[in-house]
C-alpha cells in the first residue's frame, strides 16, 4: 500500500503536528472567548454582542450571525475594497500567512515561492484567542488567515477582511458546488474553503473485539463499562456534548431547550461514571500508541492516525464509523484574505494556488484533512494510497453538506448553560 506521508512529512513518529492537538478547545470554545474578548476600535461593539443572547451589542448595534436556514450574502467593503484584476505579485514580496502550526504542506509552501518568485513567510498559533487577538491588532499585517466558519461573519462585519476578486481563483471550479454559495459567505465574497472533516468513531481491532459500526448505536459503545478507562473523547464542549444530542437522536446540536441540556448533562455524568474516559485532543497520537482502544474523533485524526503506529504495525487495524446516512457532525475551515496584509495580490495567488487538484491533493497528504474537491472519492483515495479501504469512511461525501449537521454559535446565555455542564463532566462531576 502507499503511503500518504510525502516527503515534507517528518518521518519520526514523535512527531507531533500541532495542528490536531489545537483543533479541539481553538476551533470553537477558544475562538467564541476570543472573539468576545477582543477590545479595538471598530471591533468592541460588534464583539461585545457576545455578551447577551439576543445578539445585540450594548450599544445597539445588531450583529448578523449566518445560519444553514438564514444564508448571509456579504456587503462589499468600501473601507477594504476588493483589488484590481489583471496584477501580478511583486517578485521578492513577503506573503504572510497566519495559521495552525502544521496545517500547511512546506512542500506545497516551496513549489509555490519558486513559480512565483515570492517568498512566503508563515506565522503559527497554538489556539484561536491568541491568533484572534493578533489578527485583531493589524500590527503583524498578516496576508491569509485561515478561520472557521463560524467566525466569519464578526471578521467581516469588524472590516477585517477583503473581499475576494474572483478573476484571480478561478480553481474554485474544482471544489464541491456548495462552497460557491455557502450559507455563511453567499456568493463566497470573503473566503473559500480550505478543508473538511466529520466527527465520528475510531477504533483498533486488535484492542477492541466488537465491530462498533455494526452496533444498533454505536455512541452507545462510549458508555459500555467494558471498555472502562479505555477510551476518549474530544477536548471540545459543543462536540462531545453534541455527541451526547446524537445518541438520543436529538438532530439540534444547538438546542436552546433546557431539558435536552439537562439531558446532556445526565449522560455526561453517567459516561464519565461508567467509562472513565480520557478528555482530550491528541487521539491521533494516543490511539496508535494503544494507550486506548476506542475513540470519538475527527476523521483527518484517524487519517493521520496510521502514522505514529509503531514500526511494524499494519494500519488494517483501524476503523472509522460515522453515520452512514451523513447525519453526523461535519465542518470545514477556510481561507480568508485579511485587510490589513500587504501583498493581497500574492494571497490571491496562493489560495488560486492550494485550490490546484494537485497542490491540494499534496496538502492533504502532509495535513490529513481533506480538501472538498470534486475530483475526490472514497475509491480514489484507497486506489491512490492515500487511505487503507479499512478506513475508506473517513473519506468525507459532498453529500454530508446537505444532509450532515452543523455546530453554530450559540446565544450567549445557552452557551453559558453548555459551559457549566461541561466544566462539571471535566472535573468528574
Not at 518568485?117 to 498578516?142: C, H, I, M, P, Y
Amino acid at each position: 500500500m502507499a503511503s500518504l506521508r510525502r516527503p515534507d512529512r517528518p518521518a519520526d513518529p514523535a512527531f507531533i503536528p500541532r495542528a490536531s492537538l489545537a483543533r479541539g478547545l481553538s476551533r470553537r470554545t477558544l475562538l467564541k472567548a476570543a472573539l468576545a474578548g477582543i477590545a479595538m476600535p471598530g471591533m468592541a461593539g460588534l464583539l461585545s454582542a457576545c455578551g447577551n443572547a439576543s445578539g445585540t451589542s450594548p450599544g445597539g448595534v445588531k450583529e448578523t450571525i449566518p445560519r444553514p436556514d438564514k444564508p448571509v450574502k456579504w456587503p462589499i467593503s468600501t473601507k477594504n475594497p476588493p483589488i484590481k484584476s489583471g496584477l501580478m505579485p511583486e517578485k521578492g514580496s513577503t506573503l504572510r500567512i497566519y495559521n495552525y502550526a502544521d496545517f500547511m504542506s512546506p512542500g506545497v509552501i516551496k513549489a509555490f515561492e519558486k513559480e512565483f518568485g515570492v517568498d512566503v513567510r508563515l506565522s503559527t498559533f497554538n489556539d484561536a484567542d491568541e491568533a484572534l487577538t493578533k489578527v485583531a491588532s493589524g500590527d503583524l499585517q498578516f496576508d491569509i488567515y485561515l478561520p472557521s466558519y463560524d467566525s466569519l461573519g464578526r471578521l467581516v462585519q469588524a472590516d477585517l477582511l477583503r473581499p475576494l476578486n474572483h478573476d484571480y481563483i478561478p480553481n474554485i471550479a474544482n471544489v464541491w458546488p456548495a462552497f460557491l454559495d455557502p450559507w455563511y459567505d453567499q456568493g463566497w465574497e470573503y473566503s473559500v474553503p480550505y478543508t473538511v472533516y466529520t466527527t465520528g468513531i475510531g477504533w483498533r481491532t486488535d484492542l477492541i473485539s466488537e465491530d462498533i459500526g455494526a452496533l444498533d448505536n454505536p455512541y452507545d459503545a462510549l458508555w459500555d463499562p467494558q471498555y472502562s478507562g479505555d477510551l476518549a473523547v474530544i477536548d471540545d464542549f459543543h462536540t462531545t456534548m453534541a455527541m451526547v444530542l446524537l445518541r438520543n437522536g436529538i438532530y439540534d446540536l444547538n438546542t436552546t431547550s433546557s431539558d435536552d441540556i439537562a439531558l446532556i448533562r445526565t449522560q455526561l455524568l453517567d459516561l464519565r461514571k461508567q467509562t472513565k474516559p480520557r478528555v482530550t485532543v491528541s487521539m491521533y497520537t494516543d490511539l496508535p500508541a494503544g494507550q486506548f482502544g476506542l475513540s470519538e474523533m475527527w476523521s483527518g485524526d484517524i487519517v493521520n492516525a496510521q502514522y505514529y503506529l509503531p514500526k511494524g504495525q499494519s494500519a488494517d487495524i483501524l476503523r472509522f464509523w460515522f453515520p452512514s446516512d451523513g447525519r453526523g457532525m461535519v465542518d470545514n475551515d477556510l481561507l480568508v484574505v485579511l485587510a490589513q496584509g500587504q501583498n493581497p495580490v500574492a494571497a490571491h495567488f496562493f489560495i488560486n494556488y492550494l485550490l490546484d487538484d494537485a497542490n491540494s491533493i499534496e496538502n492533504f497528504g502532509f495535513t490529513g484533512y481533506q480538501p472538498p474537491l470534486t475530483s475526490i472519492s472514497p475509491e480514489s483515495l484507497v486506489k491512490d494510497g492515500y487511505l487503507p479501504d479499512n478506513i475508506a469512511s473517513a473519506t468525507v461525501l459532498e453529500s454530508y453538506f446537505k444532509d450532515g449537521l452543523r455546530l453554530l454559535q450559540l446565544p450567549a446565555a445557552t452557551d453559558t448553560e453548555w459551559h457549566q455542564v461541561w466544566q462539571e463532566f471535566k472535573a468528574g462531576g
